[in-house]
């Protein structure tokens, strides 16, 4: 793609107001297809990108999320910056398996949570729990985010940058402010662990280490679940419903648009307990801080 080309597609996206994410993997997608034909996006027929698609699709493999992603991109890219809408991008579809996400039972979340010797991975991990959080807006956490008169933590700007609160259990609070003191730092709750000192650091620390520990310590619990960190807000979710609490309100915990999205949970969970109001917190009274 020619670098005039790649501008006006970054100047379109910015104007629709796209998240920096999301400009990422469109312009990835497209840098694929140009280098795919070896010319520019702008030289491409409909029929190649047809065929494209197609090998996309039936030799690449490609699961159906990573599909239609690289059709929304290269959708855009025709639609808005080389204004030329063809009708073979509306009529993609890919069907898709729907598999239920892995859930953890209250006492699997709870040994997983012990089972993390470090202060800081355990307190991220407790919060992203406790608070039905995504990988992004765990570590994105700040220490203005936490209002303990109130008990609510507030997320800035989750997915499509919207701002919720959510209820803070206390043993979070508790666990929060024990790791806070050992850093100190003060903007981040979690603040990037390598590179310089945790009170200075200007970052958050790295999601893509939060996945890697999560994997290491999981095939150390001795949980056979093929669990991964949104498994977390999945159990958050799951045991919500369990206890009786309304989709509409899980709904607004977990910032998703669409009660739809929500209804899943229907499907992971059992006769709700009336008794367990309170089941978030009683998971996490289990938690302790690490000795």
Wanted: proline share 5%.
């Amino acid at each position: 793609m020619s670098t005039e080309l790649r501008r006006r597609m970054i100047e379109d996206m910015q104007l629709r107001d796209l998240t920096p994410g999301t400009q990422r993997r469109y312009l990835g997608a497209v840098r694929y297809l140009a280098e795919y034909y070896d010319k520019s996006p702008a030289k491409i027929s409909e029929e190649e990108l047809r065929d494209y698609l197609l090998y996309l699709k039936n030799e690449r493999q490609l699961a159906r999320k990573t599909c239609m992603a690289n059709v929304c991109a290269i959708k855009f890219l025709y639609r808005y910056t080389l204004k030329r809408p063809w009708p073979i991008l509306d009529q993609i579809r890919f069907a898709g398996e729907r598999k239920l996400p892995v859930v953890l039972s209250r006492a699997e979340v709870r040994h997983l949570l012990n089972c993390f010797q470090r202060l800081h991975y355990r307190t991220y991990f407790s919060t992203v729990y406790g608070c039905g959080l995504r990988t992004s807006e765990g570590v994105n956490l700040q220490v203005g985010d936490i209002d303990s008169d109130r008990m609510l933590l507030r997320v800035r700007q989750g997915k499509r940058r919207k701002d919720r609160f959510i209820p803070l259990p206390g043993p979070c609070l508790s666990l929060l402010r024990a790791y806070w003191v050992t850093h100190r730092n003060p903007v981040w709750l979690f603040p990037a662990l390598y590179g310089q000192a945790l009170r200075t650091a200007t970052k958050p620390m790295s999601a893509v280490g939060v996945r890697t520990v999560f994997q290491k310590v999981l095939a150390e619990s001795g949980i056979r679940k093929p669990a991964q960190p949104r498994s977390l807000r999945h159990a958050f979710a799951t045991h919500l419903r369990q206890a009786g609490v309304a989709l509409e309100v899980i709904q607004a915990y977990l910032g998703h648009r669409s009660l739809n999205t929500t209804a899943i949970y229907t499907h992971l969970t059992g006769r709700p307990d009336p008794l367990a109001g309170n089941t978030i917190e009683q998971v996490l009274t289990g938690v302790s801080c690490p000795k």
